[in-house]
């Protein structure tokens, strides 16, 4: 499953931080936390709603006898600190993968709920999170805007699938923008720099480029035969100039006619320019 965004973890986060965080915690939390971790010893101070050790302010004060933070300037009780105990080590931002004990097993915090990892189910957890990554960056850098479906989940095994569930459907994401000439495509064979994204080829790069077409043919169905008036090969920019909104070198590979018009298609029905 893709990631929780950082503001809304951070803000999931910032909920047990605050001085009514009791309200936040489950009934029946203690099914989820290994006993005698520092994890379970956080959220019993959350439900005492106080921590018998933090500091007050002295007596004198006109807020004596207050809980505060200790090492506070005001001496006035902060409402985002608990207690001086450390805090829970869920960290803003930090993969929820990651936020495992030593030795690759223990759990992960994952829609409100903890998950027990075996030592197994960890290691497999890191190779699916890191693989339904690496595929959705791929895609995401041809379409911006696509994201794999979300997935349910209430095991340990089923967060590992649904991890396994976005790399199978980044992957076919992939092959279809590949159809549809959206990155080099299958049949790609030699490329030629691309001097920028206008469309003014010099009569050297459409030479090149024919040469290359004659050699390995069309980079997205592999046809030799271009299907245009004038019997060249179109010079295709990849990636394309629409999905190049950071301005990464482009490479020009030959391109049937066909293809060409299935790919201007492609981009004309997300309103923006070829």
């Given amino acids: 499953m893709p990631p929780i965004p950082p503001a809304a973890f951070a803000h999931e986060c910032d909920r047990f931080l605050r001085h009514d965080a009791h309200r936040f915690l489950r009934s029946d939390w203690r099914r989820f936390v290994l006993p005698g971790s520092e994890l379970a010893a956080h959220y019993a101070r959350i439900e005492r709603k106080y921590s018998s050790d933090q500091p007050r302010v002295p007596a004198g004060s006109s807020d004596g006898g207050q809980w505060t933070s200790a090492g506070g300037s005001s001496g006035r009780n902060d409402p985002r600190v608990l207690s001086d105990a450390t805090p829970d080590p869920i960290r803003p931002g930090a993969q929820y993968a990651q936020n495992r004990r030593r030795g690759g097993s223990g759990t992960v915090f994952v829609n409100g709920q903890l998950l027990e990892l075996t030592p197994a189910q960890a290691a497999r957890l890191t190779v699916a999170e890191t693989q339904a990554r690496d595929a959705v960056r791929r ?11 979300p997935s349910l989940f209430a095991t340990a095994e089923g967060y590992i699938a649904a991890y396994q569930a976005d790399a199978q459907e980044a992957s076919a994401r992939l ?3 590949q159809r549809v000439g959206i990155g080099p495509g299958s049949f790609a064979g030699k490329s030629i720099p691309a001097r920028g994204p206008e469309r003014d080829f010099t009569a050297e790069e459409r030479r090149a480029i024919n040469s290359i077409g004659v050699e390995s043919g069309c980079h997205t169905c592999g ?4 299907g245009t008036a004038g019997g060249n090969f179109v010079p295709d920019h990849q990636p394309p100039n629409a999905v190049n909104p950071l301005n990464r070198i482009q490479r020009l590979y030959p391109q049937c006619l066909t293809c060409s018009l299935r790919q201007g298609g492609w981009i ?3 309103g923006v320019k070829k």
């Fill in 223 to 226: 046809i030799k035969e271009p």
């Fill in 175 to 177: 092959s279809e923008l």
């Fill in 139 to 149: 895609v995401q850098e041809l379409d911006p805007s696509w994201k794999p479906e």
């Fill in 268 to 270: 004309s029905t997300r």
